[in-house]
């Protein structure tokens, strides 16, 4: 799927556009700073089918072999209810033939070798 246009606002509802935001992430052009930043980069992979990135930053002791892209699903938004050291609460929001819908997670994330990655639900 191709990235959006560099004004574009990004898909993880940060105020910056996906080029100055998610779109270096998604490029490998430098690493996530924080778990909120890596969690934020991972939802709007999932929202653009990006799911190399998705599968990149997944921690090698908890990732599945494969992520696949549901291209019934479009993810509508982003809410970071809480942010704290390696734990980062969210509301992620989708629209699929089944309905509305809304996704609750409170995610682990770890460091690595210097660079973050997520862990899985807590």
Partial sequence: MPFPPSPAPC?????RSYAACCGPLHRAERQAATPE???????TAYALGEVDHVWRTWHPRTRP????HDPTTT???LEVLR????VVEFVASHRSPD??????EVSRFEQ???RWFYVGPV
């Fill in 65 to 68: 072999e494969r992520v696949t």
């Fill in 99 to 104: 309905g509305d819908g809304r996704m609750h």
């Fill in 75 to 77: 993810w509508t938004g």
């Fill in 83 to 86: 942010a704290e050291d390696d």
């Fill in 11 to 15: 898909p993880c509802g940060s105020t």
């Fill in 37 to 43: 930043e890596l969690m934020r980069s991972r939802y």
């Fill in 112 to 114: 690595r070798a210097g």
